[in-house]
C-alpha cells in the first residue's frame, strides 16, 4: 500500500481529493437547495388567504378559514384545501396580528409543555400518543366524533381546549395525558396552533386520511 | 476506577478517562429512563403524573446524546497525543471546561425531573428547555455547550498545529469543526413549525447521518490501528473514502427528514437518493484490515485488545446493519409515507445509535482502560464477554421488537385506518403489538443486564490483569 504506481484506487490522496470535492459539491447543493425552500416554507399572509393564493404554509390567519384535506389529481395526493370562513372561538375575522400572536403563544406552549417527547408532530417526535399533524381534522374531533359530546362541547376547539385543559378527567385511551398546568389562554393559543399545522402542504402525508376506516378490523 | 497504578503518561489521557467516567454514569442513566418508558408503554399507570412518559424519554434521550458527546470528547483527548506526539495544548483549559460541562449537564437533568414543564412562555424555553426532540437543552444550556466545544476545538486544533499532522486528526479537525457549528442551527425560535423542523434537522441529521459518522470512522481507524495493528496506509484510505460517501450521500441525505414537514416535492428525489450508502465503507475498511492482518497474523503481534476489537467489531456490523438496512428499509418515500412517525422509526434508532456510537466508543474506553494501567496486553473476562454479548442481543431483540411493531403500525393504523386518531388506538391495542412492547420490555432487562456486566468489567478487567502480571513476571509494569 506504500505510494507506488500501482492502482490510483489504492491512492490516499485521490481519495482525499475525492472527498473534498464530493463534499464540497454537497455542501454547495444544500445550501442552494436550503435557499430556495426557506422561502417556499415560510408563513404566508392574510392577503395571500384572501385572494386565494396557495402558500405552503399559509398565514396564521388561516384559523378564520375552514380547512379540508382532500385528494389532488394532478399531484395524486393529499392537500390542504382552505375552504371559505369558519368560526374559531365565536370569531373569524383575526386580524394577522392576532393571528400571529396566536401561532407565536400556541408554538412556545408546545415547546414549553414538551407535547413532542410524546406525540409526532408533522411525523416527527414520539410516538407514545397520535400524530398532531391533522389532529384538527381528525374525525375523533369531528360532530360525528366521541370527543365533543365527551367534553361536552359543540365545536372541534371547544372541545380541544377543553381536553388540554384537564387531560385526566377525559381518558380516552390507557395511555392518558397528564394535566400539564395549561391555562385556558394557553388551551386557545395551542389549538390555533393545531389548526394552522393542519393547512400545512405536507406531500401528502399522512396518506388516505379519514379514507379508510379499518377495512379489517384488528383485534 | 481509581487506580493506585497510574500509568498514563499525558495529562489530555488522564483528561479523557474522566470523560469516558462521566459518560459511564449518563449510560446508565439513559437505560434507567429508556426502561421507565418501556414500562409506561406497557403499563400507563407506572408514575403517571410523577415521572410521565414525555419526562422520561426526554432524559431516556438527552442523557445519550450526551453521553456519546462525553465519550467522544474523551475519545480525542486520548488519541490526540499518540497521534500527534505531544501533550495537548491547553489541557488546564480542558481540565476547566471538563467540569463545567458536567455541572451543566448535572443541572439540566434535575431541572428536567423536578420542574419537568413550564409556562407557554420564553422563559421556560430559555431555563427549563425548548421542547425540541434531541436539542431539549435550555438555551442557557446551549450557550455553555457552544463555549466549552469551543475550548475543545480550540485544544484539538492548537495541538495539531504543534504536532504531527496524521490523516486521522485532519479529518477529526474539519469534522468536528463541522460538528460545533451545526449545533448553532438549532439555536433560534420560530412561531413556524415547518421553518423550525427544517433548521432542526441541520443539527439532527448532519450530526448524526453525517458529522458523527465520519467522526466514528477516524476514531475506529484510530481502534484498529491500536489493536491489531492495521496498516495506517489502508486505514487513512478508507477513512476519505469514508468522507467522499459519508459526505457526498448524508449531506443530501437530509432530503428524507424534508419529505413530509411542507418542505417542496423536489426533496422527495433528492431523499430517496441520497441515502443509505454512509456506513457501506466503513465495512469496506474494517474487511479491508482484517484480511491485511489476517494475511500477515505470524508476522505481527496478536490482538492487545480483544475486548476493544470485539466492539469494533459490533461497531462495524451494528453500523451497516442498524444505520444502513434499516435506514433504508424506510428512507424510501413510497414507503415512509406510510412508515413515517411509526415504531418502524423508533426501531432504526435504537439499533443505529448502538451500532453505529455506543459499540465503538465503548471500543475506546477499553483502549483508554488498558491505556491507563499500562497492559501491554488486555484479555477478554468473562464478563466482558457477558457485557458485549448481553448488550447486543438486547438491544437487537428491542429491534426486532419495534420492527415488529412499526409493521403491525403501519398496517393497521396508515394501511388499514387511514392514519386517523381512532386508526392509532386501534394499532396500538392490538395483540401484535403489545406483544411487541412486551418484547422490547424484556430485551430492554437485557440490555441493562448487558450494561451491569460491563461495568463490572471496566472496574474490575484491567485491575485483574495487571495483578496477574505482576505476579507471573515482575518486571511487566515497569516496562509499560
Known amino acids: 500500500m506504500e505510494e507506488q504506481k500501482i492502482s490510483v484506487w489504492s491512492s490516499v490522496r485521490f481519495w482525499r481529493n475525492t472527498a473534498a470535492w464530493v463534499t464540497g459539491f454537497a455542501i454547495l447543493l444544500l445550501i442552494w437547495l436550503s435557499v430556495d425552500s426557506v422561502p417556499q416554507i415560510t408563513l404566508g399572509t392574510i392577503e395571500d388567504l384572501e385572494a386565494g393564493v396557495t402558500k405552503r404554509v399559509p398565514s396564521a390567519a388561516v384559523i378564520n378559514y375552514e380547512i379540508s384535506y382532500e385528494l389532488d389529481n394532478k399531484r395524486k395526493t393529499e392537500v390542504p384545501i382552505i375552504g371559505g370562513k369558519q368560526l374559531f372561538f365565536g370569531r373569524n375575522d383575526y386580524s394577522q396580528e392576532e393571528a400571529d400572536e396566536l401561532l407565536h403563544h400556541g408554538k412556545m406552549t408546545v415547546q414549553s409543555k414538551n407535547c413532542m417527547n410524546c406525540h409526532t408532530l408533522l411525523g416527527n417526535g414520539a410516538y407514545y400518543a397520535p400524530d398532531l399533524t ?24 371547544e372541545a380541544m381546549a377543553e381536553f388540554l385543559l384537564n387531560p385526566s378527567k377525559y381518558p380516552t385511551h390507557a395511555r392518558m395525558m397528564p394535566n400539564l398546568g395549561i391555562t385556558p389562554e394557553e388551551a386557545i393559543a395551542v389549538v390555533a396552533f393545531l389548526k394552522h399545522m393542519s393547512s400545512i402542504d405536507t406531500n401528502g402525508f399522512p396518506r388516505n386520511f379519514d379514507k379508510l376506516k379499518g377495512a379489517v378490523n384488528a383485534k | 476506577m481509581l487506580s493506585r497504578v497510574m500509568n498514563v503518561q499525558y495529562e489530555s489521557q488522564k483528561l479523557a478517562i474522566n470523560y469516558f467516567q462521566v459518560a459511564l454514569v449518563l449510560f446508565g442513566a439513559q437505560l434507567l429512563f429508556g426502561l421507565v418508558t418501556a414500562i409506561q408503554y406497557m403499563y400507563p399507570q407506572f408514575l403517571f403524573e410523577i415521572v410521565d412518559f414525555s419526562v422520561a424519554r426526554m432524559v431516556h434521550l438527552n442523557a445519550m446524546i450526551v453521553w456519546l458527546l462525553f465519550a467522544m470528547i474523551g475519545s480525542v483527548y486520548w488519541l490526540l497525543p499518540e497521534e500527534t506526539g505531544i501533550e495537548t495544548v491547553g489541557i488546564k483549559i480542558g481540565r ?120 466514528i470512522a477516524a476514531v475506529l481507524g484510530y481502534g484498529l490501528i491500536k489493536t491489531i495493528g492495521a496498516n495506517r496506509k489502508i486505514i487513512e484510505m478508507w477513512i476519505w473514502i469514508e468522507v467522499a460517501m459519508l459526505f457526498g450521500s448524508g449531506i443530501l441525505g437530509i432530503g428524507h427528514h424534508y419529505f413530509w414537514i411542507g418542505t417542496p416535492e423536489y426533496w422527495l428525489e433528492i431523499g430517496a437518493l441520497f441515502s443509505a450508502l454512509e456506513p457501506v465503507p466503513l465495512l469496506g475498511m474494517f474487511v479491508h484490515v482484517i484480511y491485511d492482518w489476517g494475511k500477515q497474523a505470524g508476522k505481527r503481534t496478536p490482538m492487545s485488545n480483544t475486548p476493544a476489537f470485539s466492539w469494533f467489531v459490533v461497531c462495524t456490523f451494528g453500523n451497516f446493519l442498524g444505520a444502513g438496512v434499516w435506514g433504508f428499509m424506510h428512507t424510501l418515500p413510497q414507503i415512509n409515507l406510510y412508515t413515517h412517525g411509526t415504531q418502524m422509526t423508533a426501531a432504526h434508532g435504537h439499533l443505529a445509535f448502538y451500532g453505529a456510537y455506543v459499540a465503538g466508543l465503548i471500543g475506546m474506553m477499553y483502549i483508554g482502560l488498558q491505556g491507563k494501567y499500562g497492559l501491554k496486553q488486555m484479555r477478554m473476562s468473562s464478563s466482558a464477554k457477558w457485557g458485549v454479548t448481553l448488550l447486543t442481543s438486547g438491544v437487537l431483540g428491542m429491534t426486532i421488537a419495534l420492527t415488529i411493531a412499526g409493521y403491525v403500525q403501519t398496517f393497521i393504523e396508515r394501511g388499514q385506518w387511514g392514519a386517523t386518531w381512532q386508526g392509532y388506538f386501534a394499532a396500538q391495542d392490538s395483540v401484535w403489538m403489545t406483544q411487541a412492547y412486551g418484547w422490547r420490555l424484556a430485551m430492554g432487562v437485557v440490555t441493562i443486564l448487558g450494561f451491569v456486566f460491563l461495568m463490572k468489567d471496566l472496574m474490575t478487567i484491567a485491575r485483574t490483569a495487571q495483578r496477574k502480571n505482576l505476579q507471573t513476571e515482575s518486571t511487566a509494569t515497569a516496562t509499560a
Open chain 2, 96 to 215: 476547566l471546561l471538563f467540569y463545567v460541562l458536567t455541572l451543566a449537564v448535572t443541572i439540566v437533568v434535575v431541572v428536567y425531573l423536578l420542574v419537568q414543564v413550564g409556562p407557554g412562555n420564553a422563559m421556560s424555553r430559555w431555563l427549563i428547555h425548548e421542547g425540541r426532540e434531541y436539542i431539549e437543552a435550555p438555551r442557557w444550556a446551549d450557550i455553555g455547550i457552544v463555549v466549552v466545544i469551543l475550548g475543545f476545538l480550540g485544544n484539538v486544533f492548537a495541538t495539531a498545529f504543534k504536532g504531527r499532522r496524521t490523516g486521522i486528526v485532519t479529518v477529526l479537525m474539519i469534522d468536528l469543526l463541522a460538528l460545533a457549528g451545526l449545533y448553532l442551527a438549532g439555536m433560534f425560535y420560530t412561531k413556524n413549525v415547518s421553518v423550525d423542523q427544517f433548521w432542526w434537522w441541520w443539527v439532527i441529521h448532519l450530526w448524526v447521518e453525517a458529522t458523527w459518522e465520519v467522526y
Open chain 1, 134 to 157: 391533522k389532529a384538527w381534522l381528525d374525525p375523533m374531533w369531528s360532530e360525528t366524533g366521541p370527543y365533543r359530546p365527551m367534553t361536552g362541547k359543540a365545536t372541534t376547539e
